[in-house]
């Protein structure tokens, strides 16, 4: 069961260049990693560590960034691939530099309300 800010989230993607990859109407995710990595976006931005919009803004450019050097039939594409280089890019601009132990994951979970 999606929360109201995970609807949100996903609702504001939908018909966008950065919309997740669906199958019969529902995300679809093909390794846990992609799960986990949605997942975590979407906990980030809801705590107020970054604005979703930024994130998307992020990996929006990330797939540009990916269609600019490959052809649109590259077997290479994975969107999960560039939602995480886009989670990894809005967290090291938005969260890392509030940790005092930047870099540190331990303290990215004690810093977590």
């Known amino acids: 069961m999606q929360t109201s800010f995970e609807h949100f989230a996903v609702a504001s993607m939908m018909g966008q260049p950065d919309t997740p990859p669906r199958a019969n109407g529902s995300l679809c995710f093909h390794q846990p990693w992609e799960r986990q990595a949605f997942g975590l976006a979407v906990a980030l931005a809801r705590d ?3 604005e979703w919009e930024d994130f998307r803004q992020a990996l929006i450019a990330e797939i540009a960034a990916w269609e600019a050097c490959h052809s649109r039939d590259d077997p290479g594409w994975d969107y999960y691939e560039c939602w995480l280089n886009a989670l990894e890019a809005v967290t090291r601009a938005n969260v890392l530099p509030h940790i005092p132990a930047a ?7 004690d810093s977590t309300p």
């Open 103 to 109: 870099g540190s994951m331990l303290a990215l979970v």
């Open 48 to 50: 107020g560590h970054f």
